[in-house]
């Protein structure tokens, strides 16, 4: 198997770092709004966001839920 040039990874991540950060934050904000909504009426809403089934506090699922997700993307 071939190993990525660390370097060119490194480059890759600098130059792509802005959308990366737009994407959690437009994935957070989603992901927090059925979170919130799923809270509010009492619902089981981790079982709903892929990573978030374990994880206690509302925002560490939901930033699980969107790592999960961001995965998918690369």
């Known amino acids: 198997m071939v190993q990525p040039d660390n370097a060119a990874l490194q ?4 130059k792509d770092r802005p959308a990366f950060i737009a994407i959690f934050v ?9 979170a919130m909504v799923g809270q509010a009426m009492g ?13 206690k506090s509302m925002t560490g699922g939901v ?11 690369l």
């Not at 437009?26 to 992901?31: K, S, T």
């Open 63 to 73: 930033k699980a839920a969107v790592y999960t997700f961001m995965s998918h993307l």
């Open 43 to 55: 619902w089981q809403w981790r079982a709903w966001l892929p990573g978030a089934e374990s994880v």
């Open 11 to 14: 480059g890759w991540l600098k």
């Open 26 to 34: 437009v994935g957070f904000a989603a992901f927090l709004a059925i």
